[in-house]
C-alpha cells in the first residue's frame, strides 16, 4: 500500500511538472532552451533543429519517468528557478505535491482554526511589518495583483490584504484571512512555514513582540502536541521551528558541557528528551547552550560559551583568537605526557620499576 501511494505522489509529481516545465519554458528562444533545461535539471537530450520547441522540451522531460529521484530533484529545482512570489501558480502545487511527501507534524483544520481564533482574540499583533508580512504572504501563496507596469487589479487577493488586513486591521477576523490565503486546506508544512514566519524578525523585528506571539500561539499548539521552539537567530533576533513536543529542535545542543576543572554530578531530569542536569560545580564547567548555525558549529567561530550557574559570558569576538577555549579545555586535562628521558641517548622513555 505504501509503495502504491509513494508511485501514486510520483507521477501525480511527475505530471505537474511537465506541465509546468512546458508552460514556462516554451515562450523562451529556442537558443537559450538547453540552459535553462539544465537549470532544472532535466536529463539531456540531442537538440534537433528540426524539432519544435516543444517537442525538444518534453524530450527531455521524458527522460525523468519512473526515476523518483531526479523527478523530485528537478522538481526542487523548478521550485527554484520559479518561487511563487514571481507569479508561478504551479510552484505552488509543485511544492505542496513535494511535500506531501514528506514527514512533518501534522496540523489540523481545527487546529488552524484554534489557531486563528487565538489570534482575533488575543494581545499578539499578526504583524509589525506591513511590508515584510506582505511579502512573506506572497513567498508562500500567488496573490496577484500588478497586470502591467504601473497597473494594479483592485480585485486581486494582494490588493484585498493591503485594504482589510493591512490598511485596515480587524475587518477581516484572522480565520477569514486564513481562508482567502488557502491556509485552512494546505499542506501542513507550508502552515508550519506560515507559522514560523510570522513570528520571524522580518514580520515581527522586536524580541518581546515575538515572544508574545509564541506565547499566544503556543497555548494552542500545546494541546495537541506541538511547539513552537527557538532554533537559532536571525539578525539578533530568535527564529522559531514548529515541532512535536519532546522530538529533538534542529540546532540546540542539550547536553555539549565541556572544560571541567572539577568532576560535575550529573543526572538526566528528562530522560525522553535527553535533557541533562548539572547537580554540583555547576560554575566548574562550560556549557555550551546556543541554537548552532544551519553551517555547523566550528572551532573557528566566534560562538559564545556560558559557564552555569552565573552564565558568565566569554565573547571570543572580543579575543584576538579562539585559542583561549581550546587553552581551557588543554587544562583541564591529565597531564599524560612522557618524561624526559634521564640519560642521552635513551630510545624511548624510562619505564618505572615494579615494586
Known amino acids: 500500500m505504501g509503495e502504491q501511494e509513494g508511485d501514486g505522489r510520483t507521477a501525480e509529481l511527475f505530471t505537474l511538472l511537465s506541465e509546468a516545465v512546458e508552460q514556462k519554458l516554451q515562450p523562451e528562444r529556442r537558443v537559450e532552451l538547453p540552459g535553462l533545461c539544465d537549470r532544472v535539471q532535466l536529463p539531456w537530450a540531442p537538440d534537433d533543429p528540426a524539432r519544435s520547441k516543444r517537442q525538444y522540451i518534453l524530450s527531455r522531460v521524458e527522460r525523468l519517468a519512473g526515476n523518483h529521484e531526479?523527478?523530485?530533484?528537478?522538481?526542487?529545482?523548478?521550485?527554484?528557478?520559479?518561487?511563487?512570489?514571481?507569479?508561478?501558480?504551479?510552484?505552488f502545487e509543485i511544492e505542496e505535491a513535494l511535500w506531501r511527501g514528506v514527514r512533518y507534524p501534522e496540523i489540523t483544520k481545527r487546529l488552524r482554526r484554534e489557531i486563528a481564533e487565538a489570534l482575533d482574540g488575543g494581545e499578539a499583533e499578526l504583524w509589525l511589518e506591513a511590508q515584510a508580512f506582505e511579502a512573506m504572504l506572497s513567498r508562500l501563496r500567488v496573490l496577484g495583483?500588478?497586470?502591467?507596469?504601473?497597473?494594479?487589479?483592485?480585485l486581486s487577493l494582494r490588493s484585498q490584504i493591503s485594504r482589510h488586513v493591512i490598511q485596515n486591521p480587524g475587518d477581516w477576523p484572522v480565520e477569514h484571512l486564513?481562508?482567502?490565503?488557502?491556509?485552512?486546506d494546505c499542506s501542513s508544512r507550508r502552515f508550519g512555514l506560515f507559522l514560523e514566519a510570522l513570528a520571524g524578525p522580518e514580520v515581527r523585528p522586536d524580541e518581546e513582540c515575538q515572544r508574545a506571539f509564541i506565547e499566544c500561539v503556543g497555548g494552542v499548539l500545546r494541546p495537541h502536541g506541538l511547539e513552537l521552539a527557538e532554533t537559532g537567530t536571525r539578525d539578533g533576533y530568535p527564529t522559531f521551528s514548529l515541532r512535536a513536543i519532546g522530538s529533538y529542535a534542529p540546532g540546540r545542543p542539550k547536553n555539549l558541557i565541556f572544560a571541567s576543572t572539577s568532576k560535575p554530578d550529573l543526572r538526566f531530569s528528562d530522560a525522553v528528551v535527553n535533557d541533562v542536569e548539572i547537580v554540583t560545580n555547576k560554575?566548574?564547567?562550560?556549557?555550551?547552550?546556543?541554537?548552532?548555525p544551519q553551517e555547523g558549529l566550528w572551532w573557528r567561530d566566534r560562538w559564545r560559551v556560558h559557564s552555569t550557574p552565573l552564565r558568565a559570558r566569554i565573547e571570543l569576538r572580543q579575543q584576538r583568537s579562539a585559542g583561549n577555549t581550546f587553552q581551557r579545555?588543554?587544562?583541564?586535562?591529565?597531564?599524560?605526557?612522557?618524561?624526559?628521558?634521564?640519560?642521552?641517548?635513551s630510545a624511548g622513555c624510562q619505564r618505572s620499576k615494579r615494586p
Do not use: M
Not at 495583483?145 to 483592485?154: I, M, N, P, R
Open 70 to 91: 531526479q523527478i523530485r530533484k528537478a522538481a526542487e529545482a523548478f521550485t527554484r528557478e520559479y518561487p511563487i512570489e514571481s507569479g508561478c501558480d504551479a510552484t
Open 178 to 184: 486564513f481562508g482567502q490565503l488557502g491556509a485552512l
Open 283 to 292: 560554575d566548574k564547567v562550560l556549557v555550551f547552550d546556543r541554537p548552532i
Open 145 to 154: 495583483g500588478f497586470v502591467g507596469f504601473a497597473e494594479w487589479d483592485s
Open 329 to 345: 579545555g588543554a587544562a583541564t586535562l591529565p597531564d599524560t605526557r612522557c618524561p624526559r628521558p634521564r640519560h642521552t641517548g
